[in-house]
């Protein structure tokens, strides 16, 4: 289905043919479902850790840092904040001039003097209508109040990336959720220098804003918090970009070349693979909360990188066991233990094999990148969850999934999905390289088969288009992984606008 012609599109990508053409198999044959054996919970699973396994968890923690460890804060930040917006633009684009009482945008009128924008939002109008906002308020010309906020002749926050609005107050100034990120960075990941490295992902049409917003708030944050920041940014590889379909499978073209369409948040597997640090945070950017609510956020991220810490020395000392040959009956047994209490890894095939086999499989299990994940307490919030699930090997490990890997016509299955009690927060801390310090691929971990397709459009014409296998789904299929319940209070996204008049958000 490819022509001649498309060579030169593909190498200016980095894209190869026999990747497109494995993109557009894709589409013909779709994704399979996963085969489920459990919702993960606490017992079968999520780890619990009790007081004194906590404190034991954050003293290894904090001896990693003082012993001069390498670690890095790891962001996705490159979502535009668009969607945090649709209410509000549903409403400037409708017919109606005065929001329904209730509804998102009256919220957000009755409680202006809450929003941490709320003082530049007033500058704006009076710039823009001559007008402070409570008098166009007053007047029930709300529908200018709200385009000046969210439109680019106004103050753009639909355009601009949400990791540049502002999200909390503090008296007179506000922070970002960028500066936030920095905060807690300094509280969690300084290293024995006093430096934190913090790695941003953004789009190629915000990263001069992140930029410019880097240098003016760094060296504030620098002062207040006693730390120095080490910040680096990448954008999503053009290579990791995704063929589009037509509704029939055949590739989609405009102008006669491939379109090509973002693969979504499991591309960004190849900036995590270019971070030159053994532990890696990841985070969310709209995950974050103002200093007066951050103290248990900074306990569970030092609980659950010391815990992965903890199982990293146990998982490196068997590993060095293995190699040397130095083990027996017993120690292998040990560690089958280990791997299925600690990392809920099953396979019934272990007892079939003999001794040296049974070495030579527990060190293939075991040499591969190690996580350790957040678990939340399911409250109602959208996010993925956490399962017991077959692998392609036939083992079965933990994974997170999202609802749309979960078959629902499997009454089995949906009844599983129903009954989860947590979900995932995106809090994770990783550790990315080997025994002797040699980063892993992580590229060469990842499972192919568990991306999906969407329906989409462009310029009016319907198409369908693939995403990778997600970040911390599917990219990460072929990890060590360990759930670790954190509370609620460290999960605390801005999905809309009105998020910000949360609790979480107002201290």
Not at 229 to 242: A, G, M, R, W, Y
Not at 341 to 368: C, E, G, Q, W
Not at 457 to 478: F, I, Q, T, V, Y
Request: glycine share 8%.
């Amino acid at each position: 289905m490819l022509q001649p012609e498309d060579q030169a599109q593909l190498e200016q990508k980095g894209v190869s043919a026999d990747q497109v053409e494995a993109q557009l198999k894709r589409f013909a044959e779709g994704f399979p479902y996963l085969t489920i054996i459990a919702a993960a919970r606490p017992g079968r699973g999520i780890t619990v850790l009790n007081a004194a396994e906590q404190e034991s968890a954050v003293k290894r923690w904090r001896k990693y840092l003082n012993d001069g460890g390498e670690v890095c804060k790891f962001v996705p930040a490159s979502g535009a904040a668009s969607r945090m917006f649709k209410a509000l633009f549903e409403f400037v684009d409708g017919a109606e001039d005065v929001p329904a009482a209730g509804s998102p945008v009256a919220q957000l009128v009755e409680n202006f003097d809450s929003l941490p924008f709320a003082k530049e939002l007033d500058a704006t109008v009076r710039n823009l209508h001559g007008k402070g906002a409570k008098e166009l308020i007053a007047e029930g010309r709300v529908k200018e109040l709200i385009a000046a906020l969210i439109k680019p002749e106004g103050m753009n926050y639909g355009g601009l990336p949400k990791g540049l609005l502002k999200f909390h107050s503090y008296g007179a100034d506000s922070r970002t959720p960028l500066e936030e990120q920095l905060t807690e960075g300094a509280q969690t990941a300084a290293n024995a220098s006093g430096v934190v490295n913090l790695h941003f992902t953004v789009s190629s049409n915000h990263r001069k804003l992140f930029e410019e917003k880097l240098s003016e708030v760094v060296p504030a944050t620098e002062k207040r918090t006693g730390v120095k920041f080490n910040v680096t940014l990448s954008e999503q590889k053009p290579s990791t970009d995704t063929v589009a379909a037509n509704p029939d499978g055949t590739p989609f073209r405009e102008d006669g070349k491939l379109l090509f369409r973002p693969g979504g948040h499991g591309a960004l597997i190849q900036n995590l693979n270019d971070m030159d640090a053994a532990v890696v945070f990841i985070k969310n950017i709209d995950n974050v909360v103002p200093d007066a609510l951050r103290e248990p956020t900074v306990k569970y991220k030092e609980v659950i990188a010391g815990y992965m810490m903890e199982l990293h020395d146990r998982i490196t000392m068997y590993l060095e066991r293995l190699a040397s040959g130095n083990y027996d009956e017993p120690l292998l047994d040990e560690i089958f233990v280990f791997m299925r209490d600690r990392l809920s890894l099953a396979d019934k095939r272990f007892t079939t094999l003999d001794i040296p086999h049974r070495a030579v499989y527990l060190h293939d299990k075991l040499d591969r990148p190690l996580r350790v994940c957040g678990m939340v307490r399911n409250e109602g919030e959208p996010g993925g969850g956490p399962f017991i699930t077959v692998n392609p090997d036939g083992s079965a490990s933990l994974q997170i999934l999202e609802s749309h890997q979960i078959d629902k016509n499997n009454a089995e299955y949906v009844t599983m999905l129903n009954d989860a009690t947590h979900f995932n927060p995106v809090d994770l801390v990783c550790y990315i390289k080997d025994r002797q310090g040699k980063k892993y691929d992580l590229t060469k971990h990842t499972d192919p088969a568990t991306g999906f397709i969407s329906s989409k459009s462009s310029h009016g014409k319907e198409l369908r288009a693939l995403e990778l296998p997600g970040l911390w789904n599917g990219a990460m299929s072929d990890w060590n992984t360990a759930f670790v319940e954190v509370p609620a209070e460290t999960f605390n996204p801005v999905k809309t606008v009105n998020d910000l008049l949360r609790p979480a958000h107002q201290a």
